[in-house]
Structure formats: C-alpha cells, structure tokens
C-alpha cells in the first residue's frame, strides 16, 4: 500500500463516517420535539429523551467541526492572504495544520484519556437521571479530536500532492 492510498483511504474513511454522523441530526430534531409532550402530556420520559439527545448531539456536534473544514464552511481570516501568491498560502496552510491544528488534535486525544477512560470503564450514566450514555458524551471528544487528526492529516498529504505539481 504505498502513502498516496493510505491517505485515499483515510479520506474515504472520514467522510463515511462524516455522512453517517450527518444523519444523527433527525433523531436530535425528533427528541427535541417529543420532549415537550412527553414532559407535559404523558408525563413519562421525557428526561430519556433529553439523555439520548445530549449524548447524540455531542456525536453530532464533534463530528460537524470535520464536515465544516472539508466543505470549507469554516470562517476565515483571509482577507490579506487573498493577495499573497498561490504558493505562498498553500505553504501556509501546510505550516498552520502542521504546527497548530495536528498538535492540537493529538492534544485533545492525549489529554482527554484521564476522563474519558475511566468514563467508559465505569459506563457513566447521566448525574440528574442516573439514565445510561454520559460516557458517550466524554467519548465524542475523543471522536472529535480524532477527526480533526485525520483530516489534518489528509489536507496536509493533498497539500503536499499539489505542490509536487
């Protein structure tokens, strides 16, 4: 497998999941609705419903900053860069993912292990409900940080290719 498929394949990869994830939004949009009947009408289940959203939102939400940066829907500070040459912003981009967005990532996936593994070792359940899938929660960072890892890593390979153009 030579470095140019492996990248492929991480990026294919990235953006199944990314298409998975973006489905998670009917089920927020779904509990978010139902919770009010339920409170209020049935009087049952309505903090279930509250539980399972949380925890899906935060799946959902982690997985958005990705799905942002492959459209390119992020914001941008680019007003000056738009006057500097080609070259010179693709060299930019390849220093501000090596030197601040992939440290960052790594930091977020190492930093996160202190409360994410005892999280998941103890399967914490929400603290107002004692409703299971808190540790889901504390999961989507790592979901998040990994992400940004490998998307880092892709637009750092792509960016690479280009310049070898």
Not at 43 to 53: H, M, V
Not at 144 to 158: F, H, P, T
Request: with cysteine; proline share 4%.
């Amino acid at each position: 497998m030579t470095g140019r498929s492996a990248f492929d394949n991480l990026d294919r990869a990235v953006g199944r999941l990314l298409s998975w994830t973006s489905w998670l939004a009917l089920p927020i949009v779904i509990l978010l609705f139902l919770q009010w009947p339920l409170r209020d009408i049935f009087r049952s289940y309505s903090r279930e419903a509250n539980d399972l959203g949380q925890w899906i939102f935060a799946l959902y939400v982690a997985a958005c900053f990705t799905s942002a940066t492959r459209a390119g829907t992020h914001l941008h500070a680019d007003m000056l860069a738009r006057t500097y040459p080609q070259r010179l912003r693709r060299r930019l981009f390849r220093a501000g993912v090596a030197i601040g967005l992939l440290p960052w990532a790594l930091f977020v996936v190492i930093a996160g292990k202190s409360i994410i593994v005892p999280s998941i070792t103890a399967l914490e359940a929400f603290a107002d409900s004692a409703n299971p899938g808190y540790f889901l929660v504390k999961l989507a960072l790592w979901l998040l940080g990994g992400l940004i890892l490998a998307q880092g890593l892709v637009d750092l390979a792509r960016s690479s290719e280009r310049a070898d153009e």
